[in-house]
């Protein structure tokens, strides 16, 4: 019977290191995916029209 639950045992063992190495690889892949979206998220955002004629510092803001 020992050997039964040796064998019992180490087959929980290794489905339980399976069970965390499937969990782990769907995570990584979950996370992937989400950095992919994030990334197109960001490449779709309009891009910032400069104002013609104003450069960093050439207005004041004298309504303050």
Known sequence: MEVV???SAASASS???VRGQASM???KKAMQIQETNALQLLQALPQPMPTP????GGTIDTYA
């Open 53 to 56: 004629g104003a450069a960093v």
């Open 5 to 7: 639950a040796a064998a």
């Open 15 to 17: 489905l339980a290191t």
């Open 25 to 27: 690889l769907v995570l």
